[in-house]
């Protein structure tokens, strides 16, 4: 295949797949996958972070929405200008090398995508913890059939999953917003948001007011993760030229809002001296702590709802949006040739989503949940830079190719993305050396068998010569 057939290709918006996904459901992925139990304790060590100063605790969660706004228009002006199934890998192959790409995409198969799955499946079920009695066993169990439950259901087509994403959606944000609401006005405390606790906090601790903040915005970013997914049901969207980059300025637009609302609702119920005591003991969820406040014993019952309601749809959207990236690995003979085959019927990556059920179980058996998250972040987080370090070189090297969408301010955003990106990279392998190691060794691997398949694919190109 010659460059230009290769690019037109990337460019056409032809497909295998049913475009079912309009913007509310791509909002609803994104959200559904954004939107997590994290949204209940994450505000905890942003508060930790920044010497529990409420002011800039605030303004942590807007500038973690900003960055992953940034990353999340780089995604877009790519998705739109090659609005291909895969996402990532298709813009790692074009920008840098097709290995580059097979990397992240066999990265994803093996670790990124079954550890996520794992990680909220596990993280779901232990919420039952607070209803009945039941062991670390029963949990994994539990989070088993779940998985096994949503991966026999997203079989059934793209349709079918897209719907209960949105009801998903819409279900999980009716608690979130009556606490939310509620809160803000209901709520008696002005809490205080000068930044002048801050400065003193950084004196005594011999450190920077910017150091703080750096370590509060990396907090913030674990509960804004999840909006690359989006790009990879790319073909499954209509229209998605235009409704990709809407679906990814609403989703990570209105996330932010929430984020940042729902940390300030808190402040307005919980008086500061409850909130820093609560986190020094150790209780760090203190959406639970405002729901009961407002709305008595109920309250731990609504915020349990929600957050159920939060990670089944997350999982949902993972289940979903993975296999479309293990289907693009497959297409051009560098991949086990069932990966490439879509249901006659329903136009589903069959064996991609089985199978990455299947490597989720497995991961479900093998590790906890801080192994599982840490896993899933460090493993994934350096291709991710490599994305939106695409955008530049792209332009560069395809410089006449229809961008119905360009990222704003470029190319201060792709600037700030990267930079941030790669400090978390590097945070996590210190943090984790295990699961650093893990994740350089998955890639390496990928790209053995990214060459054994080439090798394959050339000899038998040759024998048909």
């Given at each position: 295949m010659g460059d230009q057939e290769r690019l037109q290709q990337l460019v056409t918006?032809?497909?295998?797949?049913?475009?079912?996904?309009?913007?509310?459901?791509?909002?609803?992925i994104i959200g559904g996958i954004m939107i997590g139990s994290g949204i209940f304790y994450i505000g905890?060590?942003?508060?930790?972070?920044?010497?529990?100063?409420?002011?800039?605790?605030?303004l942590c969660w807007i500038i973690g929405g900003v960055i992953s706004l940034f990353g999340g228009l780089c995604y877009a002006e790519l998705?739109?200008?090659?609005?291909?199934?895969?996402?990532?890998?298709?813009?790692?192959?074009?920008?840098?090398?097709?290995?580059?790409?097979?990397?992240?995409a066999f990265t994803d198969w093996l670790v990124g995508g079954p550890g996520s799955n794992a990680a909220v499946a596990i993280a779901l079920m232990t919420v039952f913890k607070s209803f009945f009695s039941i062991s670390d066993f029963g949990i994994k169990v539990a989070a088993i059939v779940l998985i096994v439950g949503l991966t026999v259901y997203n079989l059934y087509g793209v349709k079918l999953a897209?719907?209960?994403?949105?009801?998903?959606?819409?279900?999980?944000?009716?608690?979130?917003?009556?606490?939310?609401?509620?809160?803000?006005?209901?709520?008696?405390?002005?809490?205080?948001?000068?930044?002048?606790?801050?400065?003193?906090?950084?004196?005594?601790?011999?450190?920077?007011?910017?150091?703080?903040?750096?370590?509060?915005?990396?907090?913030?970013?674990?509960?804004?993760?999840?909006?690359?997914?989006?790009?990879?049901?790319?073909?499954?969207?209509?229209?998605?030229?235009?409704?990709?980059?809407?679906?990814?300025?609403?989703?990570?637009?209105?996330?932010?809002?929430?984020?940042?609302?729902?940390?300030?609702?808190?402040?307005?119920?919980?008086?500061?001296?409850?909130?820093?005591?609560?986190?020094?003991?150790?209780?760090?969820?203190?959406?639970?702590?405002?729901?009961?406040?407002?709305?008595?014993?109920?309250?731990?019952t609504i915020v349990s709802l929600a957050m159920i309601l939060s990670m089944f749809g997350c999982l949902n959207g993972l289940i979903m949006a993975q296999p479309r990236l293990y289907y693009e690995m497959a297409q051009d003979g560098h991949f086990f040739k069932s990966f490439a085959k879509l249901h006659p019927k329903y136009r589903v990556p069959?064996?991609?989503?089985?199978?990455?059920?299947?490597?989720?179980?497995?991961?479900?058996?093998?590790?906890?949940?801080?192994?599982?998250?840490?896993?899933?972040?460090?493993?994934?987080?350096?291709?991710?830079?490599?994305?939106?370090?695409?955008?530049?070189?792209?332009?560069?090297?395809?410089?006449?190719?229809?961008?119905p969408y360009k990222v704003w301010l470029y190319p201060v955003t792709v600037i700030i993305s990267a930079v941030v990106l790669i400090a978390l990279t590097v945070q996590g392998i210190i943090d984790d050396p295990v699961n650093g190691a893990i994740g350089l060794l998955v890639p390496i691997t990928g790209a053995i068998v990214y060459f054994i398949f080439d090798r394959k694919l050339k000899k038998d190109s040759a024998a048909k010569v």
């Open positions: 918006e032809k497909t295998n797949f049913k475009r079912e996904i309009g913007v509310f459901g791509g909002v609803s905890a060590y942003v508060l930790q972070r920044v010497g529990m100063n409420s002011g800039l605790a605030l998705g739109a200008a090659m609005p291909k199934a895969g996402g990532k890998m298709v813009y790692l192959n074009e920008a840098f090398h097709p290995t580059v790409g097979y990397m992240c897209s719907q209960v994403q949105n009801i998903s959606m819409v279900a999980k944000l009716i608690p979130i917003a009556l606490i939310m609401l509620v809160a803000i006005f209901a709520g008696k405390v002005s809490p205080d948001l000068s930044l002048g606790s801050a400065a003193t906090y950084a004196s005594e601790n011999h450190t920077s007011l910017f150091g703080m903040m750096a370590l509060a915005v990396v907090a913030a970013l674990w509960a804004y993760e999840g909006w690359t997914n989006l790009n990879t049901v790319t073909e499954e969207i209509k229209n998605p030229k235009k409704n990709l980059p809407l679906a990814l300025i609403i989703g990570i637009g209105g996330i932010t809002l929430i984020y940042t609302l729902f940390n300030f609702a808190i402040m307005r119920v919980l008086p500061h001296d409850q909130i820093v005591k609560m986190i020094n003991g150790g209780d760090l969820y203190l959406g639970t702590a405002v729901a009961k406040s407002i709305f008595g014993s109920a309250g731990a069959t064996t991609a989503i089985i199978v990455q059920g299947v490597l989720s179980v497995a991961l479900v058996c093998l590790r906890n949940l801080d192994q599982l998250t840490n896993l899933v972040v460090i493993t994934g987080m350096i291709f991710n830079v490599m994305v939106i370090l695409a955008v530049p070189i792209l332009r560069k090297k395809y410089p006449n190719i229809e961008r």
